[in-house]
């Protein structure tokens, strides 16, 4: 069974929920975990907060290898309300950042998808609030149906082991 099977199976067994505070879902296969961090579902979609995929490999990738996964990762993922693009490669930190190429701008918040890529094989996504009154942000869940949840999954865990 994939992975997004594995954790759409866990989220079928435990839907609905709501209101009650964020549910880990995990699941791991041959050196790759996936994390959803989900705050509420029904039966046919769920409240995303953040989705991490790790993948247990020594070897650091190098900067034009995450390049490159950023690229992939940006020509997959077109079923989000938002299309995403690299912002910036950061050679010291060795890690690629990607966000919304068009941000939800309403009156001082800005939403955008963010999802961060590092050398040592870590992936993270998921969907930031920033006030620009207190210059602060903070990530807040985003909708997807189960359909859209496993793509993503299976979009991340292709790209990573690719």
């Known amino acids: 069974m994939s992975l997004s099977m594995t954790i759409r199976r866990q989220l079928e067994e435990q839907a609905p929920f709501h209101d009650d505070g964020i549910r880990d879902f995990w699941a791991t296969d041959q050196g ?5 961090q989900i705050a509420g579902s029904d039966r046919y979609g769920c409240a995303l907060k953040r989705l991490e995929v790790v993948e247990e490999v020594s ?5 034009d290898e995450l390049a490159k996964r950023a690229e992939i990762l940006c020509g997959k993922i077109v079923y989000l309300t938002e299309p995403l ?3 910036e490669l950061d050679p010291l930190s060795h890690s690629v950042l990607v966000r919304s190429s068009s941000p939800r701008v309403a009156d001082e918040e800005i939403t955008y998808y963010e999802l961060l890529a590092t050398g040592d094989r870590h ?10 009154s207190s210059r602060s942000r903070h990530h807040v869940e985003f909708l997807l149906s189960r ?10 865990v292709t ?3 690719n």
Not at 147 to 156: K, V, W
């Open 123 to 132: 992936t993270t996504l998921g969907r930031i609030r920033f006030d620009r």
């Open 32 to 36: 790759v975990s996936v994390r959803c």
């Open 159 to 161: 790209t990573v082991v």
């Open 59 to 63: 070897r650091v990738l190098q900067d």
């Open 147 to 156: 359909d859209q949840l496993g793509m993503l999954i299976d979009d991340l």
């Open 85 to 87: 693009r690299q912002i």
